[in-house]
Each structure stands twice: as structure tokens, then as C-alpha cells.
């Protein structure tokens, strides 16, 4: 499993993929900033706190942006083997299916807490440059466990992305449905049904505002595990059964 993971690393290392994701990862705390100074423009006295801006940034993340790049690294950690016809020569070693599987998991999760540790350090160093106020320490370090909480329970959603990827072998069909996800939490943001959307859900966790919903914090965790062993589960079965060409 080491092995598996120094190899991606190292593969990344030759990739302009993690600087992308980092660049679309950036996208959501920009946004953020930039409401800050329409507002500051508009109403010169306007007050914006440190709290604010990182919990739109997560909002963005979790609801928008990270499920569309997330589901592009997916596209890209679990295809490229296809497109550059490497996987028969990665299958050669003695590295089973099923542990190239889940040491492509592990890539993937350690490369979301990347991308957390980049929106949040972004986020706050936008904060500061804007002027936010109400700093502390209790503000830091709840939006940290928000953005980590929320961003292990987006990874977990994310499995049947996996799928998709291997079942096509192509970048662009996660991709579609990453977008569609996006938008359909777009839709259902301020709805009841969010909280039994697996996609939309880690959001509403993470910030505490599912107590506003009708339905039970349990039951969006069940939902959010079901669709990762679901997903998963298919993901390991069907890469197994498939013959390598």
C-alpha cells in the first residue's frame, strides 16, 4: 500500500493536475473576498467577520465547487491508467486489484485534506488582507474542524464517482456528474430534502444547520455511508472481474 501511494505521488509530481485542482480549490475563497469588497464598496462601514468568510467558503466548497473538482480528480486519479495504458504494467507488480483500488482511495483522501488546508489557509489570509473582524481562537479552530468534518464526509459521497470512472475509462463522465450534483445542491439548498441528498448533506453537518431540518442528523450520516459502501463495493467488484488489456 506505501508503494501504491509514493507511486502516485510521484506521478503527481510530473502533473500540473494538483496545481489545477489547487487553482479550482481557490476559486470558492476568491469568490468570498470579492464579496467582501463589493460589500466594503457599497457600504464602507459594513462589518465582516472571520467566522463569515470561512463558513461561505465552506458553504461553496462543500455545496459547489469541491464536488465538481473532486469529481475531476477522481476522473483523473482513477483513468489515467487507461489513457496511458500503464495499468497492465502497474498490475505486473505484485500489487493485487483490490489494493491498487484502495491505495487509489487513500490518494484521493489525502489529496481532499490538500485541498481543506488550501481553501481554509486561503480563506483566513484573504480575511486578513480584507480587514475581517471578530478574530479568535474559538473561530479558528471551529471552522477547522467544519472544513475537515465536512470535507471527510464529501470523500466518503464521492465513491460512486469511482465507479463511473472505471466503468467508462474516460475523464468526462464524472466530470458531467460532478456538475450535475452541483447543481442539484443548488436547487435544494434551503430545502428539507438537502439533508437526504448524500451530496448535500456533509455541508449541513459540518456547520450544525442540519438541526434546522426536519429530518434526523443520523439518518443524513446513514445515507452518506450507505452511497460509499455502494459505491465502493461496485468499485472493487467490477475493477476486479475486469480483464486487464
Request: net charge positive; with cysteine.
Amino acid at each position: 500500500m506505501v508503494d501504491i501511494l509514493y507511486c502516485e505521488f510521484f506521478k503527481l509530481k510530473r502533473s500540473k493536475m494538483l496545481l489545477i485542482s489547487i487553482l479550482g480549490q481557490m476559486v470558492a475563497p476568491i469568490m468570498v473576498f470579492v464579496g467582501l469588497i463589493k460589500a466594503r464598496i457599497r457600504d464602507p462601514q459594513t462589518i465582516i467577520t472571520y467566522g463569515e468568510m470561512l463558513e461561505q467558503t465552506n458553504l461553496y466548497v462543500l455545496m459547489l465547487f469541491g464536488v465538481v473538482v473532486y469529481g475531476a480528480i477522481v476522473a483523473y486519479l482513477f483513468s489515467r491508467e487507461y489513457t496511458e495504458n500503464t495499468l497492465k504494467s502497474v498490475l505486473s507488480l505484485p500489487v493485487s486489484k483490490i489494493s491498487f483500488v484502495i491505495g487509489k482511495f487513500l490518494m484521493f483522501f489525502i489529496w481532499i485534506m490538500i485541498l481543506t488546508v488550501v481553501a481554509w489557509s486561503s480563506t483566513l489570509f484573504l480575511s486578513i488582507i480584507g480587514s475581517a473582524t471578530n478574530f479568535s481562537l474559538h473561530v479558528i479552530i471551529e471552522s477547522l474542524k467544519q472544513y475537515f468534518i465536512g470535507a471527510v464526509l464529501l470523500f466518503l459521497t464521492m465513491s460512486p464517482f469511482v465507479f463511473i470512472t472505471l466503468w467508462f475509462k474516460n475523464l468526462i463522465p464524472p466530470v458531467i456528474a460532478g456538475a450535475t450534483v452541483a447543481m442539484i445542491n443548488v436547487a435544494l439548498s434551503n430545502e428539507d430534502l438537502a439533508v437526504l441528498f448524500p451530496w448535500s448533506s456533509p455541508y449541513l453537518i459540518a456547520s450544525g444547520k442540519i438541526v434546522k431540518y426536519q429530518y434526523p442528523e443520523s439518518l443524513a450520516l446513514l445515507l452518506i455511508v450507505i452511497t460509499f459502501l455502494l459505491g465502493f463495493v461496485a468499485s472493487l467488484i467490477y475493477f476486479k472481474k475486469e480483464d486487464v488489456k
